[in-house]
């Protein structure tokens, strides 16, 4: 992989941290992972966990899957002596971290590094004088579909399709072959620097997290880095320059600047700029050249009001760039990740137009420290500027959020409807019953028509604000034929001494219908053609997801307002579809629609077999629009936003939702 961006996404719901008191005062004040603490991180996971509560030969053979899945998920370096060697080392591994004998970990690695310069002397060898590329090459590349190689033959065998695929990639960028050549040899020899500098603390980080990913797929440990990087996100700030990094080919190079950033407000650095050096206040400037992305961003972060250097690389026609920025560290909030309102101008005929509000909500963000920022209060002041704007309908876009905060998702419901039960969340004692989670505020922020868009990756806490709303018949529900399927809590917990968290599923949830939301998500009411409908995506399609269950229903009446102030039409089964057959007319004449149901078909033809024939015909494409993306200005990236078929169509239901509504009902619609 040539490009691995730092963006940090959280499908877990996350609830407040509770420290793991217990093993507080067996843990020593030096922060770093010991093999000694292993067992009693494992603890804390078992003693919370919804489901499993003790260590067993079942887990002990996910534990081990895991881990042989992390070493080489690819199975491109390792072959089947290699992973049956690796198992016989992991057996009864539970007791060997309990007699603190972690060296398997180690023995693995060693094996792993063997393997990855074996591969790296042969890619060498094979990108030879002789070499000759091949784009009529073919070859299964989903891991999930395929065996780990015989033996260093067959493996070897597999990296030269392997190799002409890299060599496409790069080709597709109009770069010549020898440039090309070379830029795939340099990616086996970082391979091999990578895996040598793996440090004990990143093995021991990794084994629990492959434990942690052996009991359910939303469950993993966060390491001190990992940790960090999901508060930044939960709280959408962080102090530092205000730009989003990649690694590609070796450099650490700028995707973004964020407005409003140190970066930004310089304007001495630009998309696509590399970074090769970086120096704080005083000192000496340190080459970061082939260093990790992760070790790269610490050096570059700091606290407000303190300096950093960089030494910059830039293309400068046919030559290169090179010079230094000094910047000064500070408070970056990440307004993107925020939620936004846009209007826009409907045509409903006979000359009339319809203000209606599109929500771009990407996640439920929460910073938990008093006073802290969250998406609940952000939503309810764009509700309240959609009235002041005297919009008569809004769509809330959920297409591409992954969830958040289990707290703000149901404050959040509850802006739609006065009060009532929103979620219930089962735990692992089942006969103390469900915990149920409801709205108390007695407002109803907006009482118009309402439509949500979701997609196949709409989850979590998305599925909790799209199942309830559907429940009370409050919203038209469009978009993917139903959400990502992801029914179940997640709380995360910090370990003493700074070694990181825990984040583990504590729960699964149910909407008021009674449904959880676990593999089969929400069923939109209008269906549209959309780029993730693929039946690999999902959560049922995940390792080790935990099964659904059914509760009876547990609707609220007091969340029916039938007249008066904050009075709100019920969504009626003839209006649902009346929706479906005017949209279905408009999907069949769209032609953006036609390209996205072209694409989900290829991608359905092409399966799980690469063709480097296609990869040099459409990664130019590609590239070529990632690249304008990265250089339009943010009312630009608005308008792109607002031109997307989905969005179009989403607003579209909602004005045929607003002429089949009774408009009385709606103080707002009366504006």
């Known amino acids: 992989m040539t490009s691995q961006k730092i ?114 002397d042969f890619a060498k060898t094979f990108l030879g004088k002789s070499y000759k590329f091949d784009s009529t090459t073919e070859f299964s590349f989903d891991p999930d579909h395929k065996d780990f190689p015989k033996d260093s033959n067959d493996a070897n065998d597999y990296l030269k399709k392997y190799i002409h695929f890299q060599i496409a990639n790069y080709l597709a960028t109009d770069m010549k072959l020898d440039e090309a050549k070379s830029n795939v040899t340099k990616t086996y020899e970082r391979s091999i620097k990578r895996n040598l500098e793996t440090k004990q603390d990143d093995l021991y980080s990794t084994y629990l997290d492959c434990f942690a990913r052996a009991l359910d797929p939303h469950s993993s440990f966060f390491s001190k880095d990992v940790l960090e990087d999901f508060e930044i996100q939960m709280r959408l700030s962080l102090e530092g320059i205000g730009a989003t990094l990649s690694s590609q080919d070796g450099f650490t190079v700028i995707e973004q600047l964020v407005p409003g950033g140190a970066a930004f407000k310089s304007s001495q650095l630009e998309p696509q700029d590399k970074i090769v050096a970086v120096g704080q206040e005083t000192g000496p400037m340190e080459n970061v050249i082939d260093m ?194 992801k029914g179940s809590v997640q709380s995360v917990m910090p370990i003493p001494a700074n070694l990181g968290a825990i984040k583990v599923t504590v729960g699964m949830f149910f909407v008021p219908g009674g449904e959880s939301t676990q593999h089969q998500g929400v069923d939109a009411d209008v269906v549209l053609p959309g780029p993730y409908s693929t039946d690999d995506i999902g959560e049922k399609s995940l390792d080790y997801s935990l099964p659904p269950k059914k509760l009876p229903a547990f609707l609220s009446k007091e969340a029916y307002v039938k007249e008066g102030e904050g009075s709100w039409a019920e969504i009626k089964t003839e209006w649902i579809k009346t929706l479906k057959d005017k949209s279905v007319v408009r999907v069949d004449k769209s032609e953006d629609f036609k390209k996205v149901l072209d694409e989900v078909k290829k991608a359905k033809e092409r399966g799980k077999v690469i063709k480097v024939s296609e990869v040099l015909k459409d990664k130019n494409e590609k590239d070529k629009k990632d690249k304008a993306k990265k250089k339009l200005s943010k009312d630009d990236k608005t308008k792109d936003y607002l031109k997307r078929a989905e969005i179009q169509e989403a607003t579209n239901v909602l004005l045929d939702l607003i002429q089949l509504s009774d408009a009385k009902l709606s103080p707002q619609a009366r504006n």
């Not at 007791?95 to 004998?101: C, G, L, Q, R």
């Not at 005297?390 to 739609?416: P, Q, R, T, Y």
């Not at 009482?447 to 799209?466: D, H, K, N, Q």
């Open 7 to 120: 963006t940090v996404l959280f499908a877990a719901l996350f609830l407040s941290a509770v420290p793991l008191a217990s093993v507080h005062a067996q843990l020593s004040s030096k922060s770093q992972l010991e093999c000694r603490y292993l067992p009693m991180i494992e603890e804390g996971f078992l003693r919370n966990h919804v489901k499993y509560s003790k260590r067993d030969k079942e887990l002990e053979n996910r534990v081990v899957e895991q881990y042989i899945k992390h070493l080489d998920s690819s199975k491109i370096y390792l072959v089947k002596e290699d992973v049956e060697k690796i198992k016989s080392m992991m057996s009864d591994l539970f007791e060997k971290t309990k007699a603190n004998n972690c060296a398997f970990l180690s023995d693995a690695q060693k094996i792993l590094n063997q393997r990855v310069k074996e591969r790296a």
């Open 292 to 485: 990790d992305l992760k070790d790269v961003v610490k050096k570059i972060r700091g606290k407000k009001g303190t300096k950093v250097r960089l030494t910059i690389l830039r293309k400068d026609g046919d030559g290169k760039k090179r010079f230094d920025v000094t910047l000064v560290r500070d408070k970056v909030n990440l307004d993107d990740e925020a939620a936004q309102i846009h209007f826009i101008q409907k045509d409903v005929g006979t000359g009339k137009k319809a203000k209606i509000g599109v929500i771009n909500f990407p996640s439920f963000y929460a910073d938990s420290r008093r006073g802290g920022r969250s998406s609940a209060q952000d939503l309810k002041k764009i509700i309240k500027e959609a009235r002041d704007q005297k919009a008569e309908g809004l769509v809330l876009d959920l297409s591409n959020n992954g969830g958040g905060s289990l707290e703000d998702a149901v404050k959040i419901a509850g802006l739609f409807f006065k009060t009532g039960n929103v979620v219930k969340q089962s735990s692992r004692a089942e006969e103390q019953g469900e915990q149920t989670l409801a709205d108390e505020d007695k407002e109803v922020d907006w009482a118009g028509p309402l439509v949500v868009l979701t997609s196949r990756i709409s989850a979590s806490a998305s599925e909790i604000v799209a199942g309830t709303l559907k429940d009370y018949k409050r919203a038209v529900i469009v978009g993917g034929d139903h959400t990502f399927g």
